[in-house]
């Protein structure tokens, strides 16, 4: 750890040459570029080239390098802290499968445990599939910490890019892949800052589509195995959108003959059957029907779930998180009520920004380039294949990054491909470099930010690290730690709240925890609760209080009796009507 003395002589007032933290780091930049442009021939150049020439240090190399530079930012940013109900959603999966099962029995209490995307009938469940979950529970068991399951799969996803690529590109633009996939999907991505889990479904359509080009090369039984594993995993994780991978394949497969590919695509099929046979076990555990969806049947219990119709503060000193905030943008103003053809193409036009997520600004011209240079079917197919998805996906009133994880490698192959096809122009190798250059500044630059806790962070909202942490879940949780004993917590949550700002949440063994969160139903209900928990101390927190406010346990003050308005004053003409 850097001393803070070092850290106080970066302001423009403790240094004699008057420089502040983005002064230092622009010159670091500059600095960095001119030295790439003097070494990249004689030293860099060469030592990629033969890195390239072994791909077994290059997936270790690119597999451990998000883990590592994630791990060097935990002095400011911490082990990220669940806040969104989704995180919980899967964080109870992971905990259920730490318990050796795919659901939990229905609590005898549970009308107090109601919350977001969980099942408190037939069974106490998450509504999600278990894919993610299951890393989680990885991490969990091994580690003691489900966020180590998520480092594990960002480590899978940047390396098996690089993989991916090998399958379509020269071993030298894969492995320069391969580093794009660690500045775009590393260390300040939000898939490595949260617990949805969208690298466990890149990783796994990572594997699907760099199995294609090898299995229409050799035919090899393996891959066809790792075809299934890709497509089970990802079926495992995002059931609705393995359709549309699945329709890739397929249209992947049209080119070629199918002879050759039988005994593969057979092994893959088995594999994908395993994956399904997991599924509909889950569906049997969890709703009593081996084809209802614990995801369907939350709908039928609940309704549309919250997340399609996002609530913006109503009062102006309940402000949204940076994450709430992109929620709001991302799925305002499309209601699934509203599916006519202009609503489609509406939603269509709207989500093109935040495809950004997928790419580097400084590769944009390189996308450009690959679709105009489009020649054979091949290169068709990978485009066509992120359109079917990105149609596909459009039929569902809201959007998240996740959602197109499974084509990130299809991305950065049209990414890495235009930048081949520009170095192939007059002069095109000096700019291609140039490009280069500008992605690594591009990521130096925000890494070098964070490293230093810059407030220039909060001017890209891309840039997903969760630097503004739950401050106020952190603040509660160590207040309660400082707690001796069993507790029982009641939410009671003020009329403005904003009802995604949910605060009970619990784990796969509600009775066996030392906190257990409870809804605040009245004195009365919960007195009910307070005898079955007899043993535990009990606790009020107003988490819509600034700062959230936690003590003993009070009954709610009685409302005050409504008062009988008073009497409009009559308008002077109706009063002079009134006496004639």
């Avoid at 790439?36 to 004689?42: E, I, K």
Wanted: glycine share 8%.
């Amino acid at each position: 750890m850097l001393p803070d003395a070092l850290f106080r002589s970066l302001m423009p007032l403790e240094n004699p040459i008057g420089f502040g933290p983005v002064d230092f780091i622009e010159l670091a930049l500059t600095l960095l570029l001119v030295l790439l442009a003097l070494m990249w021939r004689p030293w860099i150049a060469p030592l990629a080239a033969r890195l390239a020439r072994m791909p077994v240090w290059c997936l270790a190399l690119l597999a451990a390098l998000p883990v590592v530079l994630r791990l060097a930012l935990l002095r400011n940013h911490p082990v990220p802290t669940p806040d969104l109900y989704d995180e919980f959603g899967h964080l109870l999966v992971a905990d259920t499968l730490r318990h050796w099962r795919l659901a939990n029995p229905p609590h005898a209490m549970h009308r107090f445990f109601e919350t977001f995307f969980v099942l408190q009938q037939p069974t106490y469940s998450s509504i999600y599939p278990i894919g993610n979950g299951l890393m989680l529970a990885l991490g969990w068991t091994l580690l003691g910490l489900p966020w180590a399951g998520v480092l594990v799969s960002v480590a899978a996803l940047c390396g098996l890019c690089y993989w991916m690529l090998r399958g379509w590109v020269t071993p030298g633009w894969a492995l320069f892949g391969g580093i794009l996939a660690v500045f775009e999907f590393g260390p300040l991505n939000q898939w490595t800052n949260n617990y949805w889990g969208g690298a466990f479904s890149a990783a796994a359509g990572c594997l699907v589509l760099g199995a294609l080009p090898r299995l229409r090369n050799r035919g090899q039984l393996r891959d066809g195995v790792l075809l299934g594993l890709g497509l089970a995993m990802h079926g495992l994780s995002r059931p609705y959108e393995s359709i549309f991978l699945v329709v890739g394949v397929g249209l992947f497969l049209l080119a070629g003959s199918w002879r050759t590919l039988r005994r593969p695509l057979c092994v893959a099929g088995l594999v994908l059957l395993s994956a399904l046979g997991i599924t509909l076990l889950q569906n049997k555990r969890v709703t009593g029907k081996w084809t209802t969806l614990p995801y369907a049947l939350s709908q039928y219990q609940y309704g549309v779930p919250a997340a399609l119709t996002f609530q913006k503060p109503p009062v102006p000193h309940l402000q949204l998180t940076p994450q709430q905030e992109l929620d709001y943008r991302m799925q305002a103003n499309f209601h699934p009520g509203a599916d006519t053809p202009g609503s489609y193409l509406a939603r269509l036009m709207f989500r093109i920004r935040y495809y950004r997520f997928y790419f580097y600004p400084p590769v944009y011209l390189a996308l450009v380039a690959f679709l105009v240079s489009i020649r054979s079917y091949r290169w068709l197919w990978v485009a066509l294949t992120c359109l079917v998805f990105a149609l596909g996906i459009n039929f569902f009133p809201a959007f998240q990054f996740h959602y197109l994880a499974a084509v990130v490698c299809l991305f950065l192959l049209m990414s890495v491909k235009g930048l081949e096809r520009l170095s192939r122009l007059p002069n095109g190798k000096e700019a291609v470099r140039l490009m280069v250059f500008l992605c690594i500044a591009h990521f130096t630059f925000w890494y070098g930010a964070h490293l230093t806790d810059l407030d220039v962070m909060r001017f890209d909202v891309w840039d997903s690290i969760n630097h503004q942490n739950p401050e106020r879940r952190i603040e509660v949780a160590k207040e309660i730690a400082q707690m001796p004993g069993k507790l029982l917590v009641f939410v009671r949550y003020w009329p403005q709240h904003i009802f995604q700002d949910e605060w009970v949440y619990n784990g796969a063994d509600i009775d066996g925890q030392r906190v257990v969160w409870a809804r605040d139903l009245g004195d009365s209900e919960n007195r009910q609760l307070e005898h079955y928990y007899e043993d535990r101390k009990y606790l009020l927190l107003e988490p819509d209080s600034r700062p959230p406010r936690l003590g003993p346990y009070q009954a709610e003050a009685p409302a005050a009796p409504p008062q009988a308005p008073a009497a409009a004053p009559q308008h002077p003409l109706i009063q002079l009507e009134n006496v004639q």
